[in-house]
């Protein structure tokens, strides 16, 4: 597979990207912009979490579908995760349980009318975004 790849990149170097340069300070802005879009509000963090823990998962496969969501606000931090499942569990959003030394944590009733709330805050404030940009 890693082969075919190889062939690919050589192919579309040679045809696809031939007419493109990026110069340093281009592709600065590009990585830049990349960063942007992968930081975001606290609310939204809060949201991702909450919808993930609609099944049951441990610390670390919450921190795996956050970053697949390309959130990485707390890639290097992961106490800012368990702090704030800790703050959740403690308010009673959460149910958490031991398994085979790993700890487990998803939604209880309270928790998922916590998230029906915040999914209905969050698309009053898309549409409102929307209205916006759409003059």
């Known amino acids: 597979m890693e082969e075919r790849l190889k062939k690919l990149k050589k192919v579309m170097e040679n045809s696809v990207f031939q007419d493109l340069s990026f110069t340093g300070k281009s592709r600065e802005e590009v990585k830049a912009k990349a960063r942007n879009l992968q930081i975001k509000s606290d609310e939204d963090v809060i949201l991702a979490v909450l919808q993930l823990l609609v099944i049951e998962k441990t610390g670390f496969e919450l921190t795996r579908s956050i970053i697949a969501r390309g959130?990485?606000?707390f890639e290097k931090n992961e106490g800012f995760l368990y702090?704030?499942?800790?703050?959740?569990?403690r308010k009673n959003y959460l149910q958490s349980s031991w398994?085979?030394?790993r700890k487990y944590y998803q939604l209880n009733d309270r928790g998922r009318k916590l998230l029906e709330q915040s999914e209905k805050k969050s698309a009053g404030r898309r549409t409102a975004l929307q209205e916006l940009w759409e003059g």
């Open 99 to 101: 398994q085979d030394s």
């Open 71 to 73: 959130i990485s606000n």
């Open 83 to 89: 702090a704030l499942l800790h703050r959740l569990e």
